[in-house]
């Protein structure tokens, strides 16, 4: 079965340094999605992208978030300058098409980040 | 963030029973629904989905059912099997506004043999 694929699949970083978390996206999906997940709580929605722009975005993707795909397959996540709340398991995801019905959002198995 | 509620954050069951896991959202305007499932330290995997117009999907072993006066869903597995054991997430979506999904807590089941 096709699979997103995230690295690193767990990172360390001083608090005020920048991260950048890669995601390979399954290779025919247009639509592409941060989620994270900190510990012990939801898994929350960061950020969609499709057609090399931002399609929608939560009130967490604030400007010391980023995304980009930078060349034909990896779909990346910055955060300039990390915090201890950012500390999480980050998910890339990635679906066909934009809406649900007839599809599916396949998740990757996450980049757990701790900010120390 | 509440809109999506699993109150259940356990539950466990005995191989070849039914598993029925439970999800309550408050969002009027959510029309479509989904259960993943996750294992420790990998991701969401999808399950299965239903949207708003019907009121039961089913899939082999799972089957969905929404109660949309009540904005309640369920996820039935029958016959329950040890590998079955995991987290499962409902999450839900307005399709109009794209397909951001809005998670519950998630419930741990386990099935044991």
């Known amino acids: 079965e096709p699979e997103v694929t995230q690295t690193p699949s767990h990172q360390v970083t001083q608090m005020g340094q920048e991260v950048i978390l890669r995601c390979v996206p399954i290779?025919?999906?247009?639509?592409f999605y941060w989620y994270r997940q900190i510990l012990g709580q939801k898994v929350e929605f960061l950020v969609s992208?499709?057609?090399?722009?931002?399609?929608?975005k939560s009130e967490i993707f604030d400007d010391q978030f980023s995304v980009e795909r930078p060349d034909g397959s990896n779909f990346t996540l910055k955060i300039r300058s990390t915090k201890l709340e950012d500390s999480a398991m980050y998910f890339c995801?990635?679906?066909?098409?934009?809406?649900?019905?007839?599809?599916?959002?396949?998740f990757g198995e996450g980049s757990w980040l701790t900010v120390v | 963030d509440q809109q999506v509620k699993q109150n259940s954050p356990s539950l466990s069951v005995q191989e070849g029973r039914i598993s029925i896991l439970n999800c309550d959202y408050t969002?009027?305007?959510?029309?479509?629904f989904l259960w993943y499932k996750k294992y420790p330290a990998e991701g969401p995997t999808f399950l299965i989905s239903?949207?708003?117009?019907?009121d039961k999907n089913e899939d082999g072993r799972f089957t969905v059912f929404l109660n949309k006066s009540a904005k309640h869903l369920s996820l039935h597995i029958v016959p329950s099997q040890p590998g079955d054991s995991a987290v499962y997430f409902c999450?839900?979506?307005?399709?109009?506004?794209?397909?951001?999904?809005?998670f519950g807590e998630g419930t741990q089941l386990t099935v044991n043999p």
């Open positions: 969002n009027s305007m959510f029309d479509y």
């Open positions: 995801a990635s679906s066909e098409l934009g809406s649900l019905s007839g599809n599916t959002i396949y």
């Open positions: 999450a839900a979506s307005e399709e109009t506004s794209g397909s951001r999904l809005t």
């Open positions: 239903i949207s708003s117009i019907k």
């Open positions: 992208f499709y057609n090399n722009e931002i399609s929608e």
């Open positions: 290779s025919n999906h247009l639509y």
